[in-house]
């Protein structure tokens, strides 16, 4: 299994600028890709940037040219940096791994079972 802890939530004005990060702990090298997700009350979690261990990178369409995810070459921590922040970005962020085949014989229990992880969560406001 693998432990995600998040860090760098807080209070910003819209404009500002804030880095999350996530740490991540365990069985690490059997993460196929981590991301971040966020959730506002009411609504679904949906993702807002996702990283393949293999450096494939997703973003949500409405965080393109404002968030960066990046992810350092131990491969267990992953930062979001968040530019000329938003109102609407106000959410509780998410970390997520991905535990899978990475063809790593130490990884083997997770080809037939992957499974998601997820941090506990941190939270971004926004204000106006």
């Known amino acids: 299994q693998v432990r995600l802890v998040e860090s760098g939530g807080g209070l910003v004005q819209a404009g500002e600028s804030l880095t999350l990060s996530c740490v991540a702990s365990?069985?690490?090298?059997?993460?196929?890709?981590m991301g971040w997700y966020r959730q506002v009350s009411g609504k679904k979690r949906e993702l807002v940037a996702g990283l393949t261990k293999w450096g494939v990178i997703s973003y949500a369409d409405s965080v393109k040219g404002r968030f960066t995810i990046s992810r350092d070459k131990a491969d267990h921590i992953v930062d979001l940096q968040m530019n000329n922040m938003k109102t609407v970005n106000t959410a509780i962020y998410y970390c997520?791994?991905?535990?899978?085949?990475?063809?790593?014989?130490?990884?083997?229990?997770?080809?037939?079972?992957?499974?998601?992880?997820w941090g506990q969560g941190t939270q971004v406001t926004v204000s106006s």
């Open positions: 997520q791994g991905k535990l899978g085949n990475v063809g790593q014989p130490d990884c083997n229990q997770y080809v037939l079972h992957p499974r998601d992880e």
């Open positions: 365990g069985d690490f090298n059997c993460l196929t890709a």
